[in-house]
């Protein structure tokens, strides 16, 4: 077992390793562009030992987006064969080839951390950033509500890809017309870490239904089948919008209409409560119907700034069935599998949000919680994911938001 200050050494390496000028990947070989939320906790990891690497980080993610304010969760910026879908599958429109899709909105919240770590270095960096994010706030706000509460227009968008929040939604998608394609990710992982070919067959349906509409919004939403209200894409981008309006006020911004949205999403949060499941929850905006997962994202609330008694009571519960962290689904669902991407396995991501809104709320089972990925990491190394049981590592390996994770939360070394 490696000790704290050795694990801090190799986190950096990781970083560094799969730094490519300007941009992070998440590892090497299954993930080889820059990925959106990845590049947001990379710059977290980063503002830890070079700050000026961190604010790069978000501003080359930045630079890939549209002029309708989207920031795509793929930026192509090198050609990579080994990795499919591709740009020319998707067809963005963007000045970076891209996915015409987003991801959860966590950057405005990692910037300010940024932005705290150093605020003479952040007031010369944050001018251009404010409004950019600003600008991809409001195309979720215009574009992603559902009386309030943020939807998902594609699994990936939500970032838990094979969630069985999306199983409802997903079994209306006849992709019989999707035709012959191979893919990558399986050649670099287990198959049964990753998601399904059922599955699969379905994301790349919704992302050539995307394609063949241009990424135009508006039919978009007269057309995609699939539109899920989703507690990830509503916590975070509630928490975004008070970081932004914090750093806007710190700046001497006018933050009126980020703060009628934060009063808009606070409301939509409630629409996402799932009275019989006890429970936030997913919800098919098609169908109406509640997906009936507690997942990772339930736990969310704290991170966005809500109370939450209730999901104490939940979180205990789920917690009694696992050794590390919080696992994505919970265990005692039929659909619980342990190695599985987002249908049982713990993430070291979600982990931090959860823990970091506890700590912030006063709750003693953020500290509790940290302790745990401090010892997962350290048991089990930088993976992408583990099982909740054994700690046993599962996907990915040398893992840029791992060990951003453990750099700016779970090391003992950090500075909480």
């Not at 949205?261 to 936030?280: C, F, P, V």
């Not at 940290?370 to 099982?387: K, P, V």
């Not at 951003?404 to 003992?412: C, G, I």
Request: with cysteine; net charge negative; glycine share 10%.
């Amino acid at each position: 077992m490696a000790g704290s200050r050795s694990l801090d050494n190799i986190a950096r390496e990781i970083l560094r390793g799969n730094d490519k000028g300007g941009y992070t990947i998440p590892t090497s070989g299954l993930y080889p562009y820059q990925w959106n939320w990845d590049s947001a906790f990379a710059a977290l990891g980063f503002a830890r030992f070079d700050i000026d690497r961190a604010w790069t980080e978000i501003e080359t993610l930045f630079s890939g987006q549209w002029d309708n304010g989207m920031v795509p969760h793929i930026l192509f910026h090198r050609a990579d064969p080994g990795y499919f879908p591709g740009p020319e599958v998707w067809g963005g429109t963007g000045p970076v080839p891209s996915s015409g899709i987003s991801q959860p909105p966590i950057a405005a919240t990692m910037v300010k951390r940024v932005f705290d770590k150093n605020p003479e270095i952040g007031m010369q960096r944050i001018g251009p950033l404010f409004d950019k994010i600003a600008a991809w706030h409001r195309w979720f706000m215009d574009w992603r509500l559902d009386n309030g509460a943020v939807c998902i227009t594609h699994p990936w968008e939500a970032g838990r890809d094979n969630a069985p929040d999306w199983d409802g939604a997903m079994a209306r998608i006849n992709p019989q017309k999707v035709g012959e394609y191979t893919r990558r990710d399986t050649t670099h992982v287990d198959s049964a870490m990753r998601p399904t070919k059922y599955d699969y067959d379905r994301y790349v349906w919704l992302v050539q239904l995307g394609k063949r509409l241009k990424w135009n919004e508006a039919e978009l939403l007269k057309h995609n089948p699939f539109r899920v209200a989703d507690p990830t894409m509503t916590f975070t981008l509630l928490r975004a919008q008070r970081d932004l309006a914090t750093l806007g006020r710190a700046i001497g911004r006018d933050v009126n209409d980020i703060e009628q949205s934060i009063d808009i999403l606070r409301d939509g949060a409630k629409t996402l409560w799932n009275e019989q499941l006890g429970s936030y929850d997913s919800r098919d905006v098609r169908s109406g119907e509640w997906s009936g997962s507690i997942s990772n994202a339930s736990f969310l609330c704290w991170y966005a700034g809500l109370k939450s008694t209730e999901m104490k009571t939940v979180l205990n519960d789920v917690l009694k069935t696992v050794r590390y962290g919080i696992p994505s689904y919970d265990p005692r669902g039929e659909k619980f599998d342990a190695k599985r991407y987002w249908r049982g396995p713990v993430w070291g991501i979600m982990n931090m949000l959860i823990g970091t809104g506890m700590q912030e709320m006063g709750m003693p089972e953020g500290a509790a919680l940290r302790q745990s990925t401090c010892d997962l990491i350290t048991e089990h190394g930088f993976a992408e994911y583990f099982d909740p049981h054994d700690g046993s590592p599962a996907g990915g390996d040398s893992f840029t938001w791992t060990a951003a994770v453990w750099l700016s939360w779970a090391s003992p070394n950090a500075d909480n």
